[in-house]
């Protein structure tokens, strides 16, 4: 027994919009531990959408369907439906006084295009749709098969989900056993390394381990199928606790948290403040830190000292130094981290200086080399020379600098106090 979802629109497959249906759909069924192990993308083609309704009732008891349920020719879904099963069509007089009621809600008058949206298969119940005009479908054509259609507007297909589907789906007894996790962060490490320490975890079968990589980060995520929270949460949390005293360093948070938000908590918990010194990043970092509500607890502010001027004006970096070793390096990142410190007043001062390319590499100085600097409290400064890759987009060079920032200020927090 297990679901499939079916997502219909050639906007989806030119890639003029983002799935992001597909995307709520499969976290919604892990939460309700309904197994989930395909999803099709459709173009709006009657024939084709059969081809794909044909394959899918041959492996799932749940068809999920989203978009084509509009007024327009091209919005097929309902009547591919009906077709494919060889059921007619009966207009719903309740459906219909609901889109006409709609309609004047707002002074207008529903256009007779609309009037298809009230067609639903023989033997089907509608699925209300508060905020639109599309209402969805919930029909068992066979025993076996339940169908749910939905519009493929992510706001109202939501509330349909939320407010209807899932009380329904309950009620057919899915979702006695609902799958819970936890998604424990870690920051430098590799995927393939991390899922080495934990290798003897990965064979779990309940809870399971699931290693994922994004910008910089690696993810580790834990889930326990249970009747209750109080039921997953007992076989979660000794999993991640082995995993988090494997980790060491290398895990800084769960869920929701962010490095920005981590290192907020403990420059709180330490009654201390930071300052930025930005050049090839413009203020990135400081925006990621400043994301935190109530940040200006312990942020300052920063200079974005792009150009080498504002290094010497701002940052008292000297300038026989910007000859000789550039911008680009560990000396001029060590005076940038003091100078911000010293001028804005902070316990801690972070610097960026690199080459964000596609330009300005060199032979001794690619692009990706990025230099951190980070003044402490104690009148300490280290430096950590990065190279993220001549080959990488700008803008991840970027980001992957002001993470890393951000991830030795919290190493340094928990190391140093």
């Known amino acids: 027994m297990s679901a499939e979802i079916i997502c219909v629109g050639t906007e989806l497959l030119l890639g003029d919009i983002l799935n992001t249906n597909a995307r709520f759909l499969a976290l919604e069924l892990a939460r309700l531990g309904i197994p989930h192990y395909y999803q099709t993308v ?39 439906i009906a077709d494919f099963f060889q059921t007619p069509l009966r207009e719903d007089p309740e459906i219909l006084a609901e889109i006409e009621a709609k309609f004047a809600g707002v002074g207008r008058v529903m256009t007779p295009s609309n009037r298809k949206q009230a067609l639903i298969p023989v033997g089907a119940e ?119 005293s494997i980790a060491g360093l290398d895990y800084f948070g769960a869920d929701d948290d962010t490095l920005a938000s981590i290192v907020g908590q403990l420059l709180r918990e330490r009654g201390q403040t930071v300052s930025v010194a930005e050049s090839c990043t413009g203020g990135g970092l400081g925006e990621i830190i400043t994301e935190i509500a109530g940040s200006s607890e312990y942020f300052f502010g920063g200079v974005i000292s792009y150009d080498n001027r504002v290094k010497i004006a701002l940052l008292d970096v000297s300038e026989a130094d910007l000859q000789t070793f550039g911008a680009v390096s560990e000396t001029v990142a060590r005076q940038m981290a003091i100078g911000v410190k010293q001028r804005l007043g902070t316990d801690w001062g972070v610097s960026i200086t690199g080459i964000a390319g596609p330009g300005g590499g060199s032979e001794t100085k690619p692009v990706g080399l990025v230099y951190i600097g980070l003044a402490d409290p104690a009148g300490g400064v280290e430096v950590w020379e990065n190279r993220f890759g001549e080959r990488r987009d700008r803008s991840i060079i970027r980001q992957l600098s002001a993470f890393t920032a951000l991830d030795r200020i919290r190493r340094q927090l928990l190391t140093m106090f």
């Not at 024939?47 to 020719?73: C, E, M, N, W, Y």
């Not at 259609?149 to 509330?159: C, H, L, Q």
């Not at 779990?204 to 199928?225: D, F, H, K, Q």
């Open 42 to 80: 459709v173009g709006d083609n009657i024939d084709r959408l059969q081809k794909a309704i044909a394959v899918a009732i041959d492996r799932a008891s749940i068809l999920i369907f989203t978009g084509g349920l509009g007024p327009t020719p091209d919005d097929l879904t309902t009547e591919a």
């Open 126 to 244: 509608f699925l209300p749709n508060p905020s639109g005009t599309a209402p969805g479908l919930i029909w068992k054509p066979r025993s076996n098969l339940t169908l749910l259609t939905f519009p493929g507007v992510p706001s109202e297909m939501k509330r349909m989900w939320e407010e209807t589907a899932v009380p329904y789906l309950e009620s057919q007894g899915w979702g006695k056993e609902r799958i819970y996790s936890r998604s424990l962060k870690f920051r430098g490490i590799g995927e393939s390394a991390l899922a080495e320490k934990v290798s003897h975890l990965l064979e779990l079968s309940n809870p399971t381990v699931a290693p994922y990589a994004g910008m910089g980060e690696v993810r580790l995520r834990v889930s326990a199928r249970a009747a209750s929270e109080t039921e997953a949460l007992a076989l979660i949390d000794p999993v991640a606790a082995e995993i988090q």
